[in-house]
């Protein structure tokens, strides 16, 4: 490749990458395609002194090699930009460096062996009447032929009330767990800045200092719950989590899932809209409803970038030499439509097999919680369906949203039950 290959090469990426941090257009899967296919598919974009990998093989490289990619580095990355004069940005630090999706093993290894206790497939199957009754209790509300703003009066309320439940904060305000989940997502999102960041921390610490009176209250007295069932686990070592640890770890859990299911259950039911042959597939056999939920998470994928990894050493990836000290992103939602790995990658196939998209992403850092968002997945789209199977498209089209980088999905989704 000559110097001016690599330079014309090199302006595209930044011109369309630049397009992408802008929230324009609401759908960049046009703009994935496009930088997965240009050069090698991988990336440096100058503003966010970051390298960016639109290819699947690339994305797995990154979450599999957890060596030369860390993850404990939030203090350097985007999304620790804060005022260490402000107390609440510092309180905020503390709780976030915490997390287990910001350390590495052995650390990572403590805390993700105490929550992980709680999501074996034993575990979560425990939960399953829980999320059924918290379904049939928001479906009861409504009745066929209403209209609805899917978004705003189902998914919206689904993964709280489950998460909820589950936990065992049936009695937290719903509108400050809403708002204090979007608030923590978008603190990781580098686009977030100054006023709206200062907003997302305190609408996230609101949410942390309401759990932590809910663990204090189990501590005192023990209930058949998801926060009672980590306070007694012990990690790998045999050593207990320390209060602020086991308060991060059990925050994350409650806010972590509720973007992405809402996304999951809203780009489901679009899908369903306008893919009628599929719809007729599922409906004829319901049994098809945890593939329906695979190809709906890999063409829709909640998370297009999850916080980015530092090179602990000079590697490659592709043709591409990221040097020590770098942040690399995956982008997700570019990987899970990669031809070389999926064949006609835009189409919805629900029988699609095998389908390993990247969505849950994989290595150390795979979502702990994927088997309770595919519960919840699985009994809301066999309850819907079964209650509401004549549902159509609302009078207003649906609205896709736009401005936040790393969390996509439907804003608006008007449908008739």
Partial sequence: MTNAEVTDVSARAIELISEIFAGKPEDPAPLYDELRELGD?????????????????????????????????????????????????????????????????????????????????????????????AVDELLDQFAPGQDVDFVEQ??????????????????????????????????????????????????????????????????????????????????????????ADLLSQLVFLLAAGNETTVNMLSGGIYHLLQYPDQRALLQNDLSLVNAFINETLRLDTPIDMPPPRLARETTTLGETEIPEGAFAFQVLGAANRDPRRFDSPDAFRIERAPNPHMTFNQGIHSCVGAPLARLEGEVFFTKFLTRYPDFSAGDEPARLRAGHVQVRGLEALPIRL
């Avoid at 970051?50 to 350097?76: C, E, K, L, M, V």
């Avoid at 990572?108 to 575990?123: C, G, I």
């Avoid at 065992?168 to 978008?186: C, Y």
Wanted: aromatic content about 8%; charged content about 25%; glycine content about 4%.
């Fill in 41 to 133: 598919g991988v990336h440096y974009f100058p503003p966010a002194q970051a390298w960016f990998a639109f290819r699947y093989d690339d994305a797995q490289t990154i979450a599999r090699h957890d060596g030369i990619f860390s993850s404990d580095f939030f203090d350097q990355a985007p999304m620790g930009i804060h005022d260490p004069t402000d107390p609440e940005h510092v309180r905020f630090i503390d709780f976030s460096r915490r997390l287990m999706a910001f350390n590495d093993a052995p650390r990572h290894t403590a805390l993700r062996s105490v929550v992980r206790k709680a999501f074996t497939p034993n575990a979560v199957n425990r939960w399953r009447p829980t999320v059924e009754r």
């Fill in 154 to 243: 189902l998914s919206i309320d689904v993964p709280v009330e489950a998460i909820c439940a589950v936990l065992g904060v049936e009695h937290v305000d719903r509108p400050m767990i809403r708002a204090g989940s979007a608030g923590l997502a978008s603190t990781f999102d580098p686009t977030i800045l100054g006023d709206a960041r200062d907003k997302a921390i305190r609408d996230a610490l609101r949410m942390v200092d309401s759990i932590d009176s809910v663990i204090a209250a189990r501590r005192a007295q023990p209930a058949d719950d998801l926060i009672s069932l980590v306070l007694e686990a012990e990690t790998e070592d045999g050593e207990n989590l320390d209060a």
